[in-house]
């Protein structure tokens, strides 16, 4: 659902399927302006990247690009993301009552397009996620997924005005 932060790997086994990932990039950067700005970090911080294609019974489903602040988990960089993704471990090191969610539909880039293994005129739901604990940024994610293979819904309750 669109307003929860939650784990891929977790709607894809209420589905009844098998979730893997296949890591394409984990190293630590310094942070360049921009990465800086949307992190809240000083230019030149070392932070974590990573970027992950999420498969759902071996089909890819997202393309998960992330920037962590090593101040707020550590021990990003050490973590095997074939068995934990980033979310479950970013949910023990710092939990995240506070996330913002901005989504748009995108084309993929060419390098995406090809992990995705989608072809160039698919339309993608963008996901743009930042996360936050103790009123402190400590992740921003673009999550890129194939409209034809993923879509987010929820359920809510509209309650009368009290009058």
């Given at each position: 659902p669109l307003m929860e932060i939650r784990s891929i790997a977790d709607d894809v086994r209420a589905?009844?399927?098998?979730?893997?990932?296949?890591?394409i990039l984990l190293r630590s950067e310094a942070a360049?302006?921009?990465?800086?700005?949307?992190?809240e970090v000083a230019e030149g911080t070392a932070i974590a990247?990573?970027?992950?294609?999420?498969?759902?019974?071996?089909?890819?489903?997202?393309?998960?690009d992330r920037l962590v602040r090593l101040d707020s988990a550590p021990h990003y960089l050490a973590q095997d993301f074939t068995r934990i993704t980033p979310h479950d471990y970013l949910m023990q090191a710092a939990p995240m009552p506070d996330g913002?969610?901005?989504v748009e539909a995108v084309l993929a880039e060419p390098w995406e397009r090809e992990?995705?293994?989608?072809?160039?005129?698919e339309p993608c739901l963008l996901i743009h996620r930042r996360t936050w604990a103790a009123g402190r940024l400590v992740s921003v994610a673009r999550l890129l997924f194939p409209g034809s293979r993923y879509r987010i819904g929820g359920r809510f309750t509209s309650r009368p005005a009290p009058g």
């Open positions: 589905r009844g399927h098998a979730h893997s990932a296949t890591v360049t302006a921009e990465t800086a700005a949307r992190l990247h990573s970027v992950l294609i999420h498969h759902e019974d071996s089909v890819p489903i997202l393309l998960e913002e969610h901005v992990h995705l293994k989608i072809g160039r005129h």
